[in-house]
């Protein structure tokens, strides 16, 4: 079936810690996928995405790594900062679809 | 920095009556879509939209959905007589291209149903 889950609800780091938000998937035919963050109020704001062909992406601050084998995404946040606050959201995308399926969100609390 | 704008932000609306939320893709984007978010929950697919036609539609999406894209700008959902259960964020999305590709997304429009 179709589910994407997250394992941690709420994550609390102290300002200056990496943070790592995990998300199991369940579908093997998802072959894009994107980590977005919600701050209250607003719409997804997209961070990062990886295709299936790979394994690590790493943008500004955050990298997604992505463990096909066991359908396992993570999103490492380097330095967190108290504007990383807010929920953040993997959403895979099958292949042959358009839409976007997502998690069910990990808030991010940074503590100073 | 080019971005989908939605409006309105908030509507309240009683029971049975139609509302319109309506969206401002970013111009050079080819597909839509629609997702809502009831409180507390995840983002859920509605409705994809391409070459003036929905490419994909959920469950959610039924007969008192619609969507529409009346000029070169705005794109439309269209609830026909809502229900408590419509009460939620509706995001509108647009991507260059399709499956694949990332989708950005507005602000939203929180829909109260009384």
Redesign the interface.
Known sequence: GESVGLHLPTLSVQEGDNSIINCAYSNSAS??F?W?KQES??????II?I?SNMDKRQGQRVTVLLNKTVKHLSLQIAATQPGDSAVY?C?E?????????????TRLQVFP | EPE?TQTPSHQVTQMGQEVILRCVPISNHL?F?W?RQILG?????LV?F?NNEI??K?EIFDDQFSVERPDGSNFTLKIRSTKLEDSAMY?CAS?EE???????????TRLTVL
């Open positions: 072959d894009y994107i977005y109020g607003k719409g997804p704001q997209f995405d295709r959201f959403a995308n099958l292949v042959n679809t358009d839409k976007l399926i997502f998690g069910t969100g | 989908v597909y879509y997702y929950q995840k983002v859920e697919f994809s391409y490419s994909e959920s995001f991507s399709g499956q694949g590709n990332e989708q950005f997304f507005g602000p939203g």
